[in-house]
């Protein structure tokens, strides 16, 4: 599918350059499918670096597959949140935790928007919330972390100030000689918490952290205070990976994809429904859209399964999405995880000398205390171990 192509028909959502889930190695798609695979596009000085903005021909075909949807949803939500005040969340399995080598970054889905990954040296949890309320609404499934990978934590990236991203709670779970991130304005919020070390970022700006380098892109999730925040791109110690807690599809996802093309995005799919809910939060089909635009390897949806905060039942979210992703034969491509469930993610041993490379280039800039832009972006081939 080329960059100028709408969604309509079968040609809806081509992904170029996304990872085969068969056995444990990466499959590129044939040259039809899209853009050079990921190793070579990354170090090709010639490669696009012009974004595609999001046309109205894209818009207006998103809203009319919109239309089209069939989603099942409650008949009345309030009663769904009073039936659900007295049930426990459904317990969880979590996987063991197994050793992360060199070049890996391992994945954990802990349930809502959270996530912990885990690379040899760096912990990082995002968007953590682990508690069973938000205001009255009733956890149903319970969040699936293991407490010594709580324990490890040694970054902490919060995308907004919603309660249900940045949960003082869980928060203070967490070890206090982390260093947290946040978006302008919420550091008020995490001080009294008592980390030792927490930084405001604002869209554009970068962040090295042992040799793990965090560039920030603007959220498009509303205009006020509480919902303005950041996605965040980490690159230098194994596969690149695009983090986004929530928001609205946006042509800032081509943007990042023209510059960087992440290996691993984990887009949130849920709190759609009804359709004016996408103003805020995507729904799967633009979740697919995005990852397109993205030109990623894999798609891990988050921000779902959880907590009933819109209409769509609580399942509809990953039952569309890996329905049409089945249908436009790209669900080798999604990476369907439960609460609990890690997945782990390798660079190829002949593409680990670009990783050094990375590295050493981080390194100076962590010394020299100067962020830059517009590194050599991601590229090594991976391989994926359960």
């Known amino acids: 599918m080329s960059a100028g192509s709408t969604l309509a028909g079968d040609a809806y959502p081509a992904v170029a350059a996304s990872p085969e889930r068969s056995e444990l190695a990466r499959v590129d798609p044939p040259p039809s499918a899209g853009p050079a695979p990921l190793a070579r596009r990354a170090s090709d000085p010639g490669a696009p670096r012009h974004p595609r903005p999001m046309s109205s021909a894209m818009d207006q075909e998103l809203t009319r597959l919109h239309k089209q949807l069939a989603v099942r ?7 769904h949140w009073l039936a659900r005040w007295f049930r426990r969340p459904r317990p969880v399995q979590i996987d063991p935790r197994t050793p992360v080598r060199a070049g890996e970054v391992a994945v954990t889905f802990a349930g809502h928007a959270t996530a912990l990954l885990r690379y040899q040296d760096v912990s990082v949890a995002f968007d953590p919330m682990l508690g069973d309320w938000i205001g009255g609404v009733r956890r149903e499934v319970a969040a699936g ?7 490890e934590v040694a970054l902490i990236l919060i995308s907004h100030r919603h309660i249900d991203h940045l949960h003082p709670e869980t928060l203070a779970r967490l070890p206090k000689h982390a260093t947290v991130v946040v978006p302008a304005g919420a550091a008020a919020v995490i001080s009294p918490l008592g980390f030792e070390r927490v930084i405001e970022l604002r869209a554009g700006a970068d962040f090295t952290f042992r040799g793990l380098q965090i560039s920030t892109f603007p959220l498009h999730h509303g205009e006020d205070d509480l919902a303005k925040g950041l996605c965040y ?17 946006h042509a800032d996802f081509a943007t990042i994809g023209a510059r960087y093309a992440p290996d691993i995005a984990l887009l949130p799919i849920g709190g759609f429904w009804p359709r004016a809910m996408r103003r805020r939060h995507m729904s799967p089909l633009d979740a697919l859209a995005a990852f397109k635009d993205l030109s990623a390897r894999a798609l891990v949806p988050i921000h779902h399964g959880a907590f009933a905060l819109s209409y769509e ?7 569309i999405l890996l329905e049409v992703a089945t249908a436009r034969h790209v669900r080798d491509y999604v990476v369907a995880m439960q609460p609990g469930q890690t997945d782990t993610f390798a660079l190829e041993p002949g593409e680990l000398a670009a990783l050094a490379l990375d590295r050493s280039e981080l390194a100076v800039r962590e010394a020299e205390e100067h962020g830059g832009g517009g590194g050599r972006g991601s590229g090594p081939l991976m391989t994926r171990r359960q």
């Open 73 to 79: 949803r409650y008949p009345s939500l309030l009663l």
């Open 145 to 151: 972390v293991d407490e010594q990978e709580l324990r």
């Open 233 to 249: 791109l980490l690159r230098g110690l194994g596969p690149s990976v695009l983090l986004c807690g929530d928001g609205a599809y």
């Open 313 to 319: 039942r609580l399942e509809e979210p990953l039952r």
